[in-house]
């Protein structure tokens, strides 16, 4: 059995509109340079991956990258100061998350069901 969870933000509708998706473009952006170049690193088409980083600007209220313009390899973009803090932020939230939900999982399901556990078979003489 494996545990799985998603972290992701909502806005007042309960809209999606931050997540794993918007999150790894980020992370894209920033090692590549590029929005396009992201976005094909995920499978993306460009005009999804633009959306959805507009949308999380929006619902932010801040610019997540700047153009750059032109130069020998042509234009691209860069993360904004406040989207590297987002990506650290963000980043030690779902760590956090994630240990909280394995602790949690381990204190309410670690022996269930009880028959399948192997240290209670042998309290139990089996």
Same mark, same amino acid.
């Given at each position: 059995?494996q545990?799985?969870?998603h972290i /992701?933000?909502c806005?007042e509708l ?6 794993? %998706?918007? /999150?790894?473009?980020?992370l894209g952006i920033?090692?590549l340079g590029?929005l396009r170049?992201?976005?094909l690193?995920m499978g993306?088409? /460009?005009t999804?991956a633009f959306a959805? #980083?507009?949308?999380?600007e ?7 990258t700047?153009k750059? #313009?032109?130069g020998? %390899? ?7 100061m406040? =989207?590297r ?5 963000y +980043? =030690? /939230? ?5 240990e ?5 999982y381990?204190? &309410?399901?670690?022996d269930?069901?009880?028959? +399948? &556990?192997? +240290?209670?078979?042998?309290?139990k %003489?089996e």
């Amino acid at each position: 059995m494996q545990l799985k969870f998603h972290i /992701y933000f909502c806005d007042e509708l309960g809209e999606k509109f931050f997540g794993e %998706g918007p /999150y790894r473009l980020l992370l894209g952006i920033q090692e590549l340079g590029s929005l396009r170049a992201a976005a094909l690193q995920m499978g993306m088409a /460009y005009t999804k991956a633009f959306a959805l #980083i507009k949308r999380a600007e929006q619902e932010f209220g801040f610019p997540l990258t700047q153009k750059t #313009i032109g130069g020998k %390899g042509g234009g691209g973009s860069v993360l904004t100061m406040e =989207a590297r803090e987002l990506l650290q932020r963000y +980043n =030690a /939230y779902r760590f956090a998350c994630a240990e909280t939900v394995r602790a949690l999982y381990q204190a &309410h399901f670690a022996d269930f069901p009880a028959e +399948n &556990h192997p +240290n209670l078979r042998q309290e139990k %003489g089996e």
